[in-house]
C-alpha cells in the first residue's frame, strides 16, 4: 500500500512540474517579470511605458544557435524598438550548469556586442518556467492590450538557423507587421531550434 502511495505521489508531482514548463502559446497571458540587468537595474514590462508590445527573447552567451541569431535579434530591436516592440533579452540558462553564461560574462558579452537591448538574469529560472522556454534562442511576441499583455507568437524568429537561406521567412518581423496592422498574425507557433536550457542536477 506504501509503495502505491508512493508511486502516486511522484506521479503527481511529476505531472505538476511538467505542467509548470509547459510553454505557452499564443492567446496566452504573457507572465510579468522583474529580472536584473546587466546595468545592475532591474526590468519589467513597466520598464517600457510607451511600448505597444515587446519581444521577449530566451537567449544566451554559449549557444551555437543563440550566437548564430545574435545580429538578428540585435537587428530586430534597432528596427522594432523605435515602432514600439523593443526586444527583451533573458538568460534562461543556470551559471551554475554553464559558467560561460554567468552573470559577469553575460555583462562582458553585452558590452562587448553593444546590445542595445536589456540582457537579463533569470535566477532560480522562475520566467523560463513561467514561459515554458525550451531552447535558446525561443522567442514570444507580446501585445500590449485593454486585457493585458497577451502572447502573439512562440517559436523561432526565421526558417533560417544556419543563417544559409537566401529567402528566409522572417516570422517575428512577419507578426509583428500584422500586429501594426491591427490583424491577427497568420502564423502564431512555429518550432524552435536550438540548444536546450541548461539545469544544475538536483542534488
Same mark, same amino acid.
Given at each position: 500500500m506504501k509503495k502505491i502511495i508512493l508511486l502516486l505521489v511522484l506521479a503527481f508531482s511529476a505531472f505538476i512540474a511538467q505542467a509548470q514548463t509547459a510553454t505557452l502559446k499564443a492567446g496566452d497571458t504573457a507572465p510579468d517579470f522583474k529580472l536584473k540587468n546587466v546595468n545592475n537595474k532591474e526590468v519589467s514590462f513597466a520598464s517600457f511605458p510607451k511600448a505597444k508590445g515587446f519581444i521577449v527573447v530566451f537567449t544566451c552567451n554559449t549557444c551555437p544557435y543563440a !550566437? $548564430?541569431?545574435?545580429?538578428r535579434i540585435i537587428d530586430l530591436d534597432k528596427k522594432f524598438s523605435s515602432q514600439g516592440y523593443p526586444v527583451i533579452a533573458i538568460n534562461?540558462?543556470?551559471p551554475e550548469a554553464s559558467k560561460a553564461d554567468a552573470f559577469d560574462k553575460m555583462q562582458d558579452l553585452a558590452k562587448q556586442k553593444k546590445y542595445p537591448f536589456p540582457y537579463l538574469f533569470d535566477a532560480g529560472q522562475k520566467v523560463t518556467d513561467?514561459?515554458?522556454a525550451k531552447h535558446t534562442p525561443h522567442i514570444f511576441i507580446v501585445s500590449k492590450t485593454s486585457k493585458g499583455n497577451v502572447i502573439e507568437y !512562440? $517559436?523561432?524568429i526565421d526558417n533560417d538557423p544556419e543563417g544559409t537561406k537566401a529567402e528566409k521567412i522572417k516570422y517575428a518581423e512577419d507578426v509583428i507587421a500584422a500586429l501594426k496592422s491591427n490583424q491577427k498574425p497568420a502564423v502564431t507557433q512555429t518550432k524552435e531550434i536550438g540548444c536546450s536550457v541548461?539545469?544544475?542536477a538536483k542534488a
Amino acid at each position: 500500500m506504501k509503495k502505491i502511495i508512493l508511486l502516486l505521489v511522484l506521479a503527481f508531482s511529476a505531472f505538476i512540474a511538467q505542467a509548470q514548463t509547459a510553454t505557452l502559446k499564443a492567446g496566452d497571458t504573457a507572465p510579468d517579470f522583474k529580472l536584473k540587468n546587466v546595468n545592475n537595474k532591474e526590468v519589467s514590462f513597466a520598464s517600457f511605458p510607451k511600448a505597444k508590445g515587446f519581444i521577449v527573447v530566451f537567449t544566451c552567451n554559449t549557444c551555437p544557435y543563440a !550566437v $548564430g541569431y545574435e545580429q538578428r535579434i540585435i537587428d530586430l530591436d534597432k528596427k522594432f524598438s523605435s515602432q514600439g516592440y523593443p526586444v527583451i533579452a533573458i538568460n534562461p540558462n543556470d551559471p551554475e550548469a554553464s559558467k560561460a553564461d554567468a552573470f559577469d560574462k553575460m555583462q562582458d558579452l553585452a558590452k562587448q556586442k553593444k546590445y542595445p537591448f536589456p540582457y537579463l538574469f533569470d535566477a532560480g529560472q522562475k520566467v523560463t518556467d513561467a514561459y515554458g522556454a525550451k531552447h535558446t534562442p525561443h522567442i514570444f511576441i507580446v501585445s500590449k492590450t485593454s486585457k493585458g499583455n497577451v502572447i502573439e507568437y !512562440v $517559436g523561432a524568429i526565421d526558417n533560417d538557423p544556419e543563417g544559409t537561406k537566401a529567402e528566409k521567412i522572417k516570422y517575428a518581423e512577419d507578426v509583428i507587421a500584422a500586429l501594426k496592422s491591427n490583424q491577427k498574425p497568420a502564423v502564431t507557433q512555429t518550432k524552435e531550434i536550438g540548444c536546450s536550457v541548461k539545469r544544475k542536477a538536483k542534488a
